[in-house]
């Protein structure tokens, strides 16, 4: 059976670390700050009490740190004990972080995969969560029923800095979705009305309707074709678009998270992109 130290024992951490030990694996644990792991070592886990001792006790290292930085520090403290070794990090990170540290990885004659966890701590072995994980696929193959004691394992390539591009990908759909809500309750509640109710009964219904055209939009994206049954041209929403801002300005609320937006409408329109849909964004972005 896979053998598996965590370094890294925050929130996620110490909650990937249980969930390993609920499955029954020989969990070692390693954190700075060493009094995080008495609650594992009271379920089971072994508590090391440097790097090294942590890289030493088993064959699959999995790191939950704050930023790759703190890996990078973590590796360089152990650069010998990690020959033969797989390295599983889970810390949030970019594409080019990841693949770093995966030729790091392979000049010391480890394995290294790196994760996207789409999760919080609640959600970890449960199967409303899941990690992304790029890599070498045999070593994804081989970990996977170990890996799936995290909960649902979704394998996207080869190229080590999949997992992460797929990871900001999602967060970004999730912040872009945020930033809108708290624009919305800031402008409702400058009126005074209740947010609860606003996002309940009108808010969240009407993001769910329009998450219905979301396939279409994506299609138009890879099809290159903006221009097709448009029912919203650009040109008429670059207009519209203003009364967004003003309206913000008239309620004493700041509107300088949409105001680039108005901006990359307007160069649109300035393009002649008038009668394409908003999927034509998507291409001015990739400049
Ligand atoms: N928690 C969440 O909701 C998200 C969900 C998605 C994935 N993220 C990423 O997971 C990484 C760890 O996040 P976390 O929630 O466990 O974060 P913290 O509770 O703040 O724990 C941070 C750990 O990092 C250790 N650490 C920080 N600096 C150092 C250092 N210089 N040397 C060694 N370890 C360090 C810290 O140790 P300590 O402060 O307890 O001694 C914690 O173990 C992260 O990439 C999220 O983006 C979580």
Redesign the pocket.
């Known amino acids: 059976m896979t053998t598996i130290s965590v370094l890294?024992?925050?929130?996620?951490?110490s909650a990937l670390a249980k969930a390993f030990l609920k499955n029954g694996y020989a969990t070692t644990v390693w954190?700075?700050?060493e009094a995080?792991a008495d609650a594992l070592v009271a379920q089971g886990a072994s508590k090391a009490s440097t790097i090294e001792q942590a890289i030493e006790a088993s064959d699959t290292l999995v790191l939950?740190?704050?930023?790759n930085d703190?890996v990078h520090?973590?590796l360089d403290e152990a650069k010998d004990a990690i020959q033969g070794k797989t390295i599983v990090n889970?810390?949030?990170g970019t594409p080019n972080q990841a693949r770093d540290l995966a030729v790091r990885a392979t000049k010391h004659h480890a394995e290294y995969l790196d994760g996207g966890?789409m999760?919080?701590?609640p959600m970890i072995g449960t199967e409303a969560g899941y990690v992304l994980y790029s890599g070498p696929q045999p070593v994804f193959e081989r970990l996977e029923k170990t890996l799936r004691a995290l909960g649902g394992t979704k394998y996207v390539g080869a190229d080590a800095g999949l997992a992460a591009l797929y990871d900001l990908a999602l967060l970004t759909g999730m912040y872009g979705q945020t930033i809108g809500q708290v624009q919305a309750l800031a402008l409702i509640r400058s009126a005074g009305v209740e947010a609860e109710g606003f996002m309940r009964d009108l808010l969240d219904p009407w993001m769910k309707a329009m998450a219905a055209f979301s396939t279409e939009f994506a299609q138009q994206v890879d099809a290159g074709n903006h221009t097709e049954n448009v029912v919203s041209p650009l040109g008429m929403q670059a207009a519209a678009f203003h009364n967004l801002i003003d309206a913000a300005g008239e309620q004493g609320v700041s509107a300088d998270l949409f105001k680039p937006l108005q901006s990359l409408l307007n160069e649109a329109v300035d393009q002649g992109h008038d009668n394409a849909d908003l999927s034509v964004l998507v291409d001015l972005l990739r400049r």
């Not at 890294?8 to 951490?13: F, N, Q």
């Not at 939950?64 to 930023?67: L, P, Y």
């Open positions: 890294g024992l925050g929130a996620m951490g954190n700075r700050t995080k939950c740190v704050v930023t703190v520090a973590i889970l810390t949030n966890i999760a919080v701590p």
